[in-house]
T-cell receptor
Framework: GNSVTQMEGPVTLSEEAFLTINCTYT??????LFWYVQYPGEGLQLLLK?????DKGSNKGFEATYRKETTSFHLEKGSVQVSDSAVYFC?????????????FGKGTLLTVNP | DVKVTQSSRYLVKRTGEKVFLECVQD?????MFWYRQDPGLGLRLIYF???????EKGDIPEGYSVSREKKERFSLILESASTNQTSMYLC????????????FGPGTRLTVL
């Protein structure tokens, strides 16, 4: 079945540091890939997504590229801010008829200090 | 903006009580989901519904049931709450053509004493 493995946290960075959160997946077919973010006390919200190989998703300075050859979708940001402190989830969409279901990684807590 | 609302942000119940968690979405989405979120375990799917009165078990359905009588509303029921059901419960919805983009509610933190 589908599975997602993401870097375990917590990750603590200083403001303006470079961020990478690794995510790899196992899936059949051609799934869509997602990064969701959960700010303290809130539900999850979509950060970015990519629907096919070599696509790059980007939003709010974050980027991730769908790498089919390495089955990866690593999240990066060149310069983090305190307001980026949150839990980040990598997720995999099913392919075909079950495309609306998602499989989530366990989440990575990011703390950015001033 | 898509809005998914959940009936309570915090809930405290006693062991053995029947608990209802309500979720409402305003975007006419076909698919709705209930997850629980626990530290170190991430999100785990309890049940989902792809149409009114239709439901499928997720990865951890034991001890839970669901109801979807109207398209916009999806209820999670704990028939007899137990302490191991203390958790954060998240509701989400998506359209059939959404390619997996799910919209989440703010969550209900349930404590069972």
């Amino acid at each position: 079945g589908n599975s997602v493995t993401q870097m375990e946290g917590p990750v603590t960075l200083s403001e303006e540091a470079f961020l990478t959160i690794n995510c790899t997946y196992t899936a059949t077919g051609y799934p869509s890939l997602f990064w969701y973010v959960q700010y303290p006390g809130e539900g999850l919200q979509l950060l970015l997504k990519a629907t096919k190989a070599d696509d790059k998703g980007s939003n709010k300075g974050f980027e991730a590229t769908y790498r089919k050859e390495t089955t990866s979708f690593h999240l990066e940001k060149g310069s983090v801010q305190v307001s980026d402190s949150a839990v980040y989830f990598c997720a995999l969409g099913g392919s075909g008829g079950s495309n609306y279901k998602l499989t989530f990684g366990k989440g990575t807590l990011l703390t950015v200090n001033p | 903006d898509v809005k998914v609302t959940q009936s309570s942000r915090y809930l405290v119940k006693r062991t053995g009580e029947k608990v209802f968690l309500e979720c409402v979405q305003d975007m006419d989405h076909e698919n709705m989901f209930w997850y629980r979120q626990d530290p170190g375990l991430g999100l785990r799917l309890i049940y989902f519904s792809y149409d009114v009165k239709m439901k499928e078990k997720g990865d951890i359905p034991e001890g839970y049931s669901v109801s979807r009588e109207k398209k916009e509303r999806f209820s999670l029921i704990l028939e007899s709450a137990s302490t191991n059901q203390t958790s954060m419960y998240l509701c989400a919805s998506t359209s059939g053509a959404g390619l997996g983009t799910q919209y989440f509610g703010p969550g209900t933190r349930l404590t069972v004493l």
